[in-house]
């Protein structure tokens, strides 16, 4: 509670001893610069402070004493005199405003602060997505670009190997559709290849022949050097295909999924060509030596034939050699040679071996052997004939039973128009024996039933 005092000016005093006391100056309110205690603080709320310079009054006087003591301490005042309250609630009132300002402002920094690092968190992830997606990108054309390679190889295998043409149809179609979506691709995702693009190939490929190359005339078949050369088996001619027409692919369907998809499609189908190819080459070769083989087993065949029939010839030809030191009817029975189902039988040798293979041929057509009556006929022996049967026998000495290469045949050849003289008509001559001229029918001396060898 202030005092009366505070408010009210102080009258100049005169001391007892008539003197004048100077008035005191004015309180000026003083903002001490460090701090002040509490007990100062409770002073200054009711005690007037005052500053400046000191009057000197009387020492004695009691009311001096009090203002020498008053003036003589520097107060500081914080407030302004009387209201106290309503100044400290002002200053609340400043201080909160100041709190909520600055609040505010950190506030607003914080809040800077925290939507620059989730645009520099966002650019991050965004870049870490863009770089990702072109990794998967570069990795799934390098599958693309290597399955279209091993699809290359593969067709021309298949083709070479004589694969289903429908089958390497469909390996085209699958990867000129790989090749779309690759090129579908956005030029700023698509990496640098190392190959071509197959539709380019393809249309090289398939330009206009120049004039000289249409004007080079094409082998034929009656030229020599397109001939396959003697003994060998000609490689299957590689069927060609028709290109179906390569579907545009879309943009938005050219990713790194969709490549990896018709990649393995290609892949699959590389790996079924190629295992037909196989199977197919394996095949052709197993026929090749089959067909090697079964041509040198033939060649060995005939070589060994050519063999015998030259020893056969050089053997007849030697037999017919044989005799011709011998007088007709004068053969000893070691010269001649018999056959297997007749012990009787006696012939020269070449001779008696054709007669061997047409009883054969007759045992086939009949089923049963050859019937003879009479073969090599001594000179003795042909003048028996001549006595008995007269001029029916050569005179002694003239016979070609005599020399080992006639016969006379039963059992049905003997006798005109049977079925087993008909057979013998047909097929003897296959064998080198031969029913004379003057032993048929209409001959000088008709005998169906002799017959003579002429190897």
């Given at each position: ?8 000016p ?33 002073r200054t ?50 201080v ?24 520099q ?54 990867t ?21 693009s ?6 090289e ?10 004007a ?8 020599p ?21 390569v579907?545009?692919?879309e943009?938005?369907?050219?990713s ?41 087993a ?37 010269a ?6 007749d ?12 007669l ?23 000179y ?5 004939c001549?006595?008995?049967k ?62 003579e060898?002429?190897?």
């Open positions: 509670m202030k005092r009366v005092s505070d408010r009210l102080i009258p100049a005093r005169r001391s007892r001893g008539g003197k004048h006391v100077a008035p005191r100056t004015a309180a000026t309110p003083v903002v001490p610069s460090g701090p002040r205690d509490d007990r100062t603080a409770a709320d009711h005690t007037p402070v005052v500053t400046g310079t000191t009057e000197r009054v009387s020492a004695d006087t009691g009311a001096t004493r009090a203002v020498l003591h008053r003036s003589s301490r520097t107060r500081a005042h914080l407030l302004p005199r009387g209201g106290h309250m309503s100044a400290r609630v002002a200053q609340g009132a400043v909160a405003v100041l709190a909520i300002a600055l609040g505010g402002t950190v506030t607003a920094a914080a809040s800077a602060q925290g939507e620059e690092r989730a645009a968190a966002t650019q991050a992830a965004d870049q870490a997505q863009a770089a990702a997606h072109a990794k998967a990108v570069t990795q799934a054309v390098d599958v693309a670009d290597d399955a279209i390679e091993a699809s290359t190889v593969a067709q021309t295998e298949g083709q070479q190997a004589a694969v289903d043409t429908a089958r390497i149809a469909a390996l085209q179609a699958a000129d559709r790989l090749e779309a979506l690759v090129d579908a691709l956005p030029e700023d995702v698509r990496p640098e290849r190392e190959r071509t197959r539709a380019a190939d393809r249309s490929t398939e330009a206009p022949a120049t004039t000289d190359e249409a080079e005339p094409t082998p034929t078949a009656s030229d050097a397109a001939q396959a050369t003697p003994g060998t088996t000609a490689s299957p001619a590689p069927q060609p295909t028709t290109a179906a027409p579907e545009r692919a943009p938005d369907d050219a790194p999924a969709t490549i990896r998809d018709a990649a393995a499609e290609v892949a699959a189908l590389t790996d079924e060509i190629r295992a037909t190819a196989e199977a197919n080459r394996t095949a052709a070769a197993a026929a090749q030596a089959q067909a090697d083989a079964e041509a040198a033939a060649a060995e065949a005939a070589r060994v034939a050519a063999e015998q029939a030259a020893q056969q010839a050089a053997q007849r030809a030697a037999w017919k050699q044989s005799l011709l030191g011998y007088a007709n009817g004068k053969i000893p029975a070691s001649l040679c018999g056959v297997s189902w012990s009787a039988v006696q012939l020269r040798c070449d001779a008696a071996e054709a061997e293979q047409l009883n054969t041929a007759y045992v086939a057509a009949f089923g049963t052997n050859l019937s003879i009556s009479d073969s090599y006929r001594s003795a022996g042909q003048v028996a001549r006595r008995t007269g001029w029916l026998c050569a005179a002694p000495g003239t016979s070609n039973h005599g020399t080992g290469v006639a016969i006379d045949f039963g059992g049905g050849i003997e006798s005109f128009g049977t079925k087993q003289f008909a057979w013998m008509k047909s097929n003897a001559g296959e064998f080198s024996w031969t029913h004379p001229s003057w032993a048929e029918r209409g001959g000088s001396k008709p005998e169906a039933w002799h017959w060898y002429v190897g």
